[in-house]
């Protein structure tokens, strides 16, 4: 059976594409053109991440760009980003970050709450470790049915008396079939299964025990 990936590190890109504080507005395009990437931690010192630069902070330069739009005085979104030329003027500050060992649902719902893509993954003292995305978080859902309905299987064989109840996976949908003496153990039974990386909903076929 396949490992369950539980934990940002078990996804995460150990890899991770950063600049340090003096880079340049032009150097920070490159680099995210480069490597397909929205957003890139902002590093000082021995690698701790001090903030996070993102394609949004750097549209307001193009907005303020005179084209001919815009009435004359029209002001960008932030200014003070428009006329920004490194890293440290355009990064949002403090960084949204995660730690390693923290669990995939906190980090899916640190980045909804957030509404950021990408997360710098740092240790206990801010140093970066790597970078988990929105993808990153979704490659669970490719676990195969057969790994979700071992994982599914073994998960319920712990529970009091639900050792017998059958797991049956389709595209990631669990259906548990059997009977169970105590129907107060639904909830319980449907928790569990639902705590399995890759499953995407649960069904229940069950009889009174």
């Known amino acids: 059976m396949t490992h369950s990936p539980h934990t940002v590190s ?3 890109t150990h890899t991770a594409i950063a600049v340090g504080s003096d880079a340049s507005y032009k150097e920070i395009v490159q680099l995210m053109n480069q490597w397909k990437v929205s957003a890139l931690p902002v590093l000082a010192g021995e690698g701790r991440v001090i903030g996070v630069v993102s394609e949004a902070d750097l549209l307001p330069k193009e907005e303020n760009r005179p084209d001919g739009g815009p009435a004359p005085g ?3 979104t932030d200014p003070a980003k428009a006329d920004a030329v490194c890293a440290e003027q355009l990064m949002s500050s403090p960084a949204i970050t995660v730690h390693a060992d923290a669990p995939i649902g906190e980090a899916a719902r640190i980045m909804a709450r957030r509404r ?3 997360l710098p993954v740092v240790d206990g003292v ?4 790597g ?4 993808g990153d978080l979704l490659k669970v859902f490719l676990r195969s049915d057969e790994e ?5 299987t073994t998960v319920i064989s712990q529970l009091p008396d639900a050792a017998d109840l059958q797991v049956r996976v389709a595209d990631g949908v669990v259906t548990l079939g059997g009977s169970l003496a105590d129907r107060a153990l639904v909830p319980l039974v449907a928790r569990a299964v ?3 990386e890759g499953v995407v ?4 076929d069950l009889r009174q025990g």
């Not at 979700?148 to 599914?152: F, L, Q, T, Y």
């Open 201 to 204: 909903d649960i069904r229940l």
């Open 10 to 12: 078990d996804l995460m």
């Open 126 to 129: 801010g140093l970066l470790e």
């Open 116 to 118: 950021v893509k990408r």
């Open 131 to 134: 970078v988990v995305s929105r």
């Open 74 to 76: 029209h002001a960008p």
């Open 148 to 152: 979700i309905a071992d994982e599914a």
């Open 194 to 196: 639902r705590a399995v």
